[in-house]
């Protein structure tokens, strides 16, 4: 909730929309902020007041998933097995092992976890 939570958060993906970032929103709510966001501090700047503080400002969400309250996880989840079904489909091309291998712990007990949850479940938590 960079909104609520971090105001000023807005601003740094504010610019890394301006260079090309995809931002997803994992949220219950909707922020105002995400959809259409008004920078405070660009109201000096004649050119770009008239597209933000005037205008409809900036959306920077490209993707919201609404998602139940707690149900962040289960999203995470999901996505983690999606990405453990990719690598199983093809091998070497997701998974980054030898980053794995030198600096995570328990790697493997995760990946049972993850690949053992059913997409029923994920949906159903999410």
């Known amino acids: 909730n960079p909104g609520t939570n971090h105001p000023r958060m807005l601003t740094a993906l504010e610019v ?3 260079n090309g970032a995809k931002i997803i929103a994992v949220n219950p709510l909707r922020e105002a902020g995400l959809d259409h966001f008004k920078n405070p501090q660009d109201f000096l700047n004649p050119i770009k007041a008239v ?3 005037l205008g409809k400002g900036t959306k920077l969400t490209d993707l919201f998933l609404q998602v139940r309250i707690n149900g962040d996880m289960a999203v995470l989840r999901g996505i983690m097995k ?3 079904e990719a690598e199983a489909a093809a091998p070497g091309t997701v998974i980054d092992r030898a980053f794995i291998d030198q600096y995570t712990a328990q790697y493997e007990a995760f990946a049972e976890n993850i690949c053992n949850t059913r997409w029923e479940t994920i949906e159903q938590m999410s």
């Open 82 to 84: 999606h990405l453990f």
């Open 51 to 53: 597209g933000t503080l």
């Open 16 to 18: 890394a929309k301006r």
